[in-house]
């Protein structure tokens, strides 16, 4: 991924246009794993599924809960990112 949609993910309202349909449905289903996955609505899931097969979004859901794991963990660890890192502290 390139550092420009890297950048974008953080102003996505205003760089959609960088994002393909499928990238953004993803993104959405992170944002929503995240936040509350109960929420995942029968509309998100139809689009998910327009875009995806059964096998990728078991991955897709692996990824984002295994980085949410490993943010919560580090979170409640207090463990710092790496220096250099200038993304990690855009969240």
Not at 45 to 51: A, D, N
Request: proline letters at 2%; zero cysteines; charged letters at 25%.
């Amino acid at each position: 991924m390139s550092e420009e949609l890297l950048d974008a993910l953080y102003h996505i309202d205003t760089h959609r246009h960088l994002f393909t349909n499928r990238q953004l449905a993803a993104l959405r289903y992170a944002e929503i794993v995240t936040t509350s996955a109960r929420d995942v609505d029968e509309e998100l899931w139809f689009e998910l599924q327009s875009h995806f097969d059964d096998a990728q979004l078991v991955e897709i859901t692996s990824v984002i809960a295994l980085f949410n794991f490993f943010n919560r963990f580090a979170d409640a660890l207090q463990i710092m990112p790496p220096e250099g890192d200038h993304h990690a502290n855009k969240r």
